[in-house]
Each structure stands twice: as C-alpha cells, then as structure tokens.
C-alpha cells in the first residue's frame, strides 16, 4: 500500500518569514511610515471620482507650505503653463487633480531621501535622483504613447517606486550598507544582495509600505513588481511595464542610485508589454539626464 504523500511546507514557510522580515522592518521605521494627514486626505479626495478641484482647494488653502509648493511647480518650466498664476483654485485647474496629487505626495516624501550616506558613493539622495529620473522617463515614456492623461499616475509612480529602499535605509541601514557594497564588489546583482542581507528585497518592503498607506493597487503593483512586469495581472502589466523600462533607462544613465536595475536590459518582451518600440525608448533616453535636474530642482526645493 502507498502511504499518502506529506505535503512539502517549505514554500509557506519560506513566504511566512519573509512577510515576518517585512512586519518588523515597518515596524522599525518610525515617522516615515505615516504619511502627513493633508497628503493622506488629498490622496482620498483624488481616488474618489466624484471629487472636484474645490474640494482639493478647501484642503490645500489651509496648508500654506503646500500651497506654496503648488504655486511653485505650476510656474516652472517643469509643466509648462503660459504666463504667471497666481491661485492655487487656478493651479488645481489647469494642472489638474492627479498632478496636485503628485506635488503633495512628492513633498511628504522628498524630506525622507535628506540625510546621512548610504555608502562612501551614494546619499539617500541619490536614491531621490533616481527616482525624480525614473518619474521622469516614465511621463515622457507614457506621452509618447499617445496617453497624455495617464502620464501624470505614471510619474508618480516612478517617483516612489523604490519607497522600499528607505525602509531599509531606516530599519537595516548598516545591512544596507552591506548590500549595496556586495552589489559594488561584483558578488550580486542589487535583488540578490537584498535577498542576501535581509531575506527581502525593496519590492516587498514598498509595496507593504503603500500598502500601510492605503495606494491605488496600480501604485502598489508598479512598487512591488518593477523589476519583473510579468508578475502582475494583465491589467495591471503595461503600467508596470513602463516604470521597468523608466527604472532600467535610468540606471544605464547612471543617474542618482543606479544600481537596482544595473546589468538590466529591455528585452522585446518588455517592450511588447509596455507597448514601446525602441525609438520612443531612445527618444526618451537622450533628454533624460537634463529634464531629471530640472524635475529635481523644482520638487526638492
């Protein structure tokens, strides 16, 4: 008689501890894992399609810094407006909800990227050029497809793409310093070493992070899932698709921390998902380092 095969638990186990290695990195991270109650209400106010741009100006109105900060980006370069606009009811208008939405998130969590050195070559604000970089290509990536709404939700979720990073940076920084050196010294690629070092990589830490913030799952799945858009559901893969190709583009510009997607490529097979061809990838590659400093100065500032 055949005795009943024992099921093999390894696996359960194995996603058990890593969640449990994600637990306790979030609950190591302090202030950083609450966002400003301005920024969570604006977020709540955008993803609700019954809202207006009166309803975003009642909260904006009452927070000055942010309130200057929209004026601020609505009169650069970076968008473009003609002339000079002086309210923010007017800038709610012409940039729209979700670009509003943009410039609060980018102002809660561009303080998080200040501070001390990751390594003797990268900054937590490296890890923020990077980012601004990766926004960047995404919106021109998106344009370039003909979808000229959607580019404003891709940018912003190049923009936070690597939250993950942070997490480790202020839960496990001498692990993460570590990490990175293993990467620099030609042992691992940058997933590998995470995986090495903490039992996690920077996917799994942001995506529990967005998670904790309540994201839209298209934000959640771009953070959790950049480094491989076949992992997500078909509806979910273009977006996805398109933040792997940002991330990848500028790490080959080696602008800011460029070391996740090191050694990366675009593959057809991610061009496909993405719906791009190469020359729109090009396109977008050869404006990238100068539109990143301009992006830079105008959300950092």
Known sequence: ????????????????????????????IGDIATLPAVTMRIIEIVENPKSTARDLHEVIKNDPALSAKVLKVVNSAFYGLPGQIASVDRAIVLLGLSAVKNIAIASSIARMFRGEKITDKFTAKDVWAHSVAVAVAARSLTRALGHKPEAEETFLAG??????????????????????????????????????VFGADHQMFGAALAGKWKFPKHLRACIGHHHDASCVSEEMQQVVALIQVADIIACQQQIGFYLTAEGATITPELLDMSHLTEEQVEAVRSTLAEETIAAEAVLMG
């Open 1 to 28: 008689m055949t005795e009943p095969a024992v099921p093999d638990n390894s696996a359960s186990a194995a996603v058990n501890e890593t969640q449990t290695i994600v637990n306790r990195a979030l609950s190591r």
């Open 159 to 196: 923009l936070i793409h690597d939250l993950g990073i942070l997490v480790e940076r202020q839960a496990f920084g001498e692990q993460l310093t570590k990490a990175v050196n293993r990467t620099m010294a030609g042992e691992d690629r940058f997933l590998a070493s995470e995986t090495q």
